[in-house]
């Protein structure tokens, strides 16, 4: 984390010069204990420390051939995305599904080839989700131009990054909310209170893209207004602090926001901290305001998955006169910190995909290990900086949940959406097995001890 600085560059255009040796240390490839696959390839420049290499007639997003004056509509997004498409051959688009007023919510996967679901699962790769809350348009602005970037660069880095692995974008998850730039969606629902009990189409489809191809990483990309005191900084962060979720995978969230995050966006000369915490004239945290551990938000939900997820949020305040003077400033301050984050969390995927997949798959057999033993805890609060009070503390977890008929028939397409088994009986009752990757999931949607649960399940004591 670091302080505002006073006069950062309006544009990003990067000088390895003006990087400090500690960022360079960070941003430079390091050798990597590469899968058996791979040839040892000498040490790259990170994605994070240079421009994409990019051919002259590369597409350009509307904000872009704006100068930053206007967001890029959904009509230019499908133009920018075709032209992708059509100018890369490492570029498919898919509709995920199709909004009530008919918009797309689309995904694109950048690869050397293109799989399916069930390969990108074998493989190490990176979900990013942007635009959840309509009115964030940076966050969608910053996620088209990576789109590009990665699709058409030449560098060794981005050669790098795909051959070992995939990248998924949905730039647009709720294309509603930006139509109308609601936060919310056509329902006037918050999307991002949704990823646990999924009413919404925008959950439901970002859901199923975690169950079906299985990313190792999960990074969602916002916007948020913060003030000149004590919340100014360019770009905050914030890993899962569900109490569920693995601490080793926790772990590697903060790792993606203290080693990759900050010091891609700091290299910039712009300022990183953590979402949720304003800080004191020292820097020090002397408040939180936000980012609990709330399993209903996707940050939370997707480290619940086991995968290593962070949260980004773009200030969209100006702070500084030039940009209370210029709006243009102010636009491309937000997008090009968002570009940053996301290069920066793509550097940790190109150097560290293949551990990254191995300890998400050893975080699933645990879990499934302590479910099916009844061992460990389930918290119903807390956070990682709260501890929960004896009464959201569940000290001997059952192994496993009992559902009437009419509870499977309420919750049964939820669960699958959330990739959980469940032992249907001839009665039409059902049993959900804790012994499963889902255990830290199962009990917040049915447990009556939870905060949020869909169901009033029967726990099942271990024999
Ligand atoms: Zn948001």
Not at 177 to 183: E, S
Not at 305 to 321: D, I, M, N, P
Request: proline share 6%; hydrophobic share 40%; charged share 25%.
């Amino acid at each position: 984390m670091q302080r505002r600085p006073s006069a950062p560059s309006s544009a990003r255009r990067r000088s390895l010069v003006a990087v400090g040796l500690g960022a360079v240390l960070a941003l430079t490839g390091a050798p990597v204990a590469a899968g058996a696959a791979d040839a040892p390839e000498a040490p790259v420049t990170a994605l994070a420390a240079a421009e994409p290499v990019l051919p002259a007639d590369a597409p350009r997003t509307g904000f872009e051939t704006s100068g930053g004056a206007a967001w890029t509509t959904l009509e230019e997004e499908q133009s920018f995305l075709a032209a992708v498409d059509a100018a890369s051959d490492r570029v498919g688009i898919s509709t995920l599904a199709t909004t009530a007023a008919g918009r797309p919510i689309q995904l694109v996967q950048i690869g050397t080839r293109q799989l399916s679901a069930r390969e990108v699962a074998q493989r190490p790769s990176i979900l990013v989700t942007c635009l959840q809350h309509g009115n964030e348009p940076a966050a969608r602005e910053g996620c088209l131009e990576v789109v590009r970037d990665v699709a058409l660069d030449t560098s060794p880095a981005t050669q790098q990054l795909l051959r070992r692995s995939t990248v998924l974008v949905v730039p647009t998850v709720n294309p509603d909310g930006r139509a109308a730039n609601t936060r919310a969606n056509a329902d006037g629902v918050d999307v991002n209170r949704d990823h646990l009990a999924l009413e919404t189409l925008e959950a439901q489809t970002i859901a199923a893209l975690v169950r079906d191809y299985d990313p190792e990483m999960v990074v969602d990309v916002h916007e948020y207004g913060g003030r000149a005191d004590v919340y100014d900084r360019d770009l905050i962060r914030l890993w899962p602090r569900n109490l569920n979720v693995d601490e080793g995978l926790r772990a590697r969230a903060v790792e993606l926001a203290d080693d990759f995050i900050d010091p891609a966006v700091e290299a910039e000369g712009w300022s990183t901290g953590v979402y949720g915490i304003w800080n004191g004239p020292g820097g020090e945290p002397i408040a939180q305001v936000a980012g609990d551990g709330d399993e209903r938000i996707m940050r939370n939900a997707v480290g619940l998955k086991h995968t290593v997820g962070q949260l980004t949020e773009s200030q969209t305040r100006a702070l500084t006169a030039e940009e209370q003077a210029d709006p243009t400033v102010n636009t491309n301050r937000r997008v090009d910190t968002n570009v940053l984050a996301l290069r920066g969390s793509l550097d940790m995927l190109r150097t560290q995909g293949a551990e990254l997949r191995r300890e998400t798959a050893a975080a699933e057999r645990e879990a499934a290990r302590l479910g099916a033993a009844g061992e460990g805890y389930i918290r119903f609060g807390g956070a990682d900086n709260v501890l929960p009070t004896s009464s959201e503390l569940l000290l001997d977890p059952p192994c496993a949940y009992d559902l009437t008929g009419e509870q499977l028939d309420a919750v049964s397409s939820t669960l699958s959406l959330h990739d959980i088994r469940v032992v249907e009986r001839a009665d039409g009752t059902a049993r959900v097995p804790m012994g499963q990757p889902a255990r830290g999931v199962i009990p917040l949607l049915m447990d009556e001890r939870a905060a949020y649960d869909l169901v009033q399940a029967t726990p099942v004591d271990c024999a």
